[in-house]
């Protein structure tokens, strides 16, 4: 049988199409930052104040869920459709947010937003993999990089001005522009095979119009159905646990007891399916466990600057909530940067050493947070930042050129997706576990001292912001005493951040590979080496 080819896009069409991908990225990254600074006006309209939290989770749940279904449907039918129909969920989506009429309707929506961003995430990623060959790809995933960089600034001004002088509900409608003028780029200017199933011919027309026959593809959606239930099951607990209700009460021991079950009957119908949705090769093939497993660990680390460093930045150095996120985005300045010019490393050092580079400079950076003096200055953790992000840079972006470059076209939505996955779950744990230690920190260092009877029903973190930023709530040596708290529960977290790091340095040490299994550009599956066979090695990386 004819092997299944990657598309070839001419560079008249290409420009297009990163444009394209650039704008589908930007509604994917937009999100969380411009509906974050609406917040009040949206609980101010709406109520549900103590389930506003769901508006973020939900989103991020949906994502999470659907990164492996999208990315196997993409290797089935084809990038350009999953894409297009994500876009359109999205932004389906995102005209529902407007019209929503409570909280709970509008979390909701926000799930079907999230339901389209799954589409995005993975499939973008995908595509710019496919239009690039090896040398070229840093190119645009600097480029889809700077579009997190620009939407962690213009994200939070735009959100503040939309829902302060027009309407909050503005800030889902912008949405439908920038995807109208991605939809149609897309649809106009990406030309891609037909779908077709392993080992079939993709071609859509002849020269004389006559459709190809193909055979019919069978798609697990009993594996995808239990990917997305034992997903959110998981994901639901490690958000709510120690928030909602405690970690060991009935509902996370349920939660996590239905995701532990339905995660085995999951595993056992993906072995038995002829194209499941998770193949079980994302995990026997070390090059892409190894980058699962050092994605999950970034995952896990960056819980400690997105979701903490703001905290710190308000309650500790006093800043307002704009202010403290430009401390944060000095990251995502560096970060593109570094990921542009990490081609010119590891096409003479390899993947494997280049991500060891990165990460080990961002262990240095985690472990220097807890040495910033008590309150300090804000430049001070934006150096930090900074350096973070150059250091990060040079870890996640080879990784992921690496693995993309080590499968063939047809597995490659399957690998990218496995790949996110895994980040998003690490973000997830991350996020549980962190918490946990934070307000284990504060309520140790609030049950005595100065600021023992202040911290009184707040002993966790955005209780204590939240009495730090109430003027004449608290007296001088009790927000002294408070900040101090918030001080040493940020530390710890950033020290638990530095042993993420540690576990992704020793799983590039002992399970990476020494030189990526990297496939020769445009390779039919075929042809394709076998775990056992030699394959094509990455350049500039030294052997084993």
């Not at 999230?114 to 499939?123: D, K």
């Not at 030309?191 to 119009?209: F, I, L, M, N, S």
Request: with cysteine; net charge positive.
């Amino acid at each position: 049988m004819r092997a299944t080819a990657p598309p070839k896009t001419d560079t008249t069409r290409r420009g297009p199409v990163v444009a394209a991908l650039m704008l589908g990225m930007a509604l994917a990254a937009l999100d969380g930052t411009i509906v974050s600074t609406a917040v009040p006006q949206i609980v101010g309209d709406l109520g549900g104040l103590s389930v506003f939290s769901w508006l973020f989770s939900g989103y991020l749940l949906a994502v999470t869920v659907t990164l492996p279904v999208y990315g196997k449907l993409s290797d089935t039918f084809g990038r350009k459709p999953v894409l297009i129909a994500g876009i359109v969920l999205f932004l389906v989506g995102s005209v529902l947010c407007a019209s929503a009429w409570n909280m709970g309707s509008l979390i909701a929506f926000r799930v079907v937003q999230g339901l389209g961003g799954g589409a995005l995430q993975g499939t973008v990623q995908t595509i710019a993999a496919d239009l690039y060959p090896l040398k070229e790809r840093p190119r645009i995933q600097a480029r889809l990089s700077s579009v997190w960089a620009t939407s962690a600034v213009a994200g939070p001004t735009a959100g503040g001005l939309l829902a302060g002088y027009a309407d909050w509900r503005w800030i889902f409608l912008v949405n439908l522009p920038v995807g109208a003028a991605a939809l149609w780029l897309i649809a106009r200017y990406l030309v891609e095979p037909g779908a077709a199933g392993e080992g079939t011919d993709r071609r859509v027309r002849g020269e004389e119009g006559v459709r190809d026959k193909r055979p019919r593809v069978s798609v697990d959606w009993a594996g995808a159905l239990g990917v997305f239930a034992s997903g959110t099951l998981l994901l639901t607990a490690l958000v709510q646990g120690g928030v909602a209700w405690p970690w060991l009460s009935a509902p996370s021991l349920g939660l996590f007891g239905g995701a532990a079950l339905l995660a085995a009957v999951t595993v056992v119908v993906e072995r038995r399916a002829a194209e499941p949705i998770i193949p079980g090769w994302v995990w026997r093939r070390r090059t892409i466990a190894a980058v699962n497993l050092a994605l999950g660990a970034l995952g896990l680390l960056m819980v400690a600057p997105t979701v903490f460093l703001p905290t710190y930045a308000q309650a500790v150095l006093g800043l307002g909530p704009i202010a403290a996120g430009f401390v944060l985005s000095a990251m995502t300045l560096s970060w593109p940067v570094t990921a542009a010019l990490s081609n010119r490393v590891y096409n003479r050092i390899g993947f494997r050493q280049t991500a060891l580079i990165g990460m080990g400079l961002a262990f240095l950076v985690l472990l220097a947070f807890p040495l910033l003096p008590f309150p300090g200055e804000p430049w001070q953790p934006a150096l930090l930042m900074l350096l973070l992000g150059g250091a990060l840079g040079f870890f996640q972006l080879p990784l992921i050129v690496g693995v993309q470059s080590t499968v063939p076209y047809e597995e490659r939505g399957t690998t990218t997706a496995s790949v996110l996955f895994v980040r998003q779950v690490g973000q997830s744990v991350g996020a549980a576990l962190f918490g946990a230690v934070a307000n284990g920190v504060l309520a140790a260092r609030i049950s005595g001292g100065a600021g023992a009877g202040a911290g009184e029903g707040t002993a966790d973190l955005d209780g204590l912001v939240r009495a730090l930023e109430t003027p004449g709530a608290l007296t001088g040596p009790a927000a002294d005493h408070l900040r101090r708290a918030v001080d040493a529960a940020v530390d710890y977290v950033y020290l638990g951040a530095a042993g993420a790091a540690a576990l992704a340095l020793l799983v590039l040490l002992t399970i990476a590979p020494r030189r990526f299994p990297v496939l020769k550009e445009h390779e039919p599956k075929e042809h394709e080496p076998r775990e056992h066979e030699p394959k094509e090695h990455e350049p500039g990386a030294s052997s084993a």
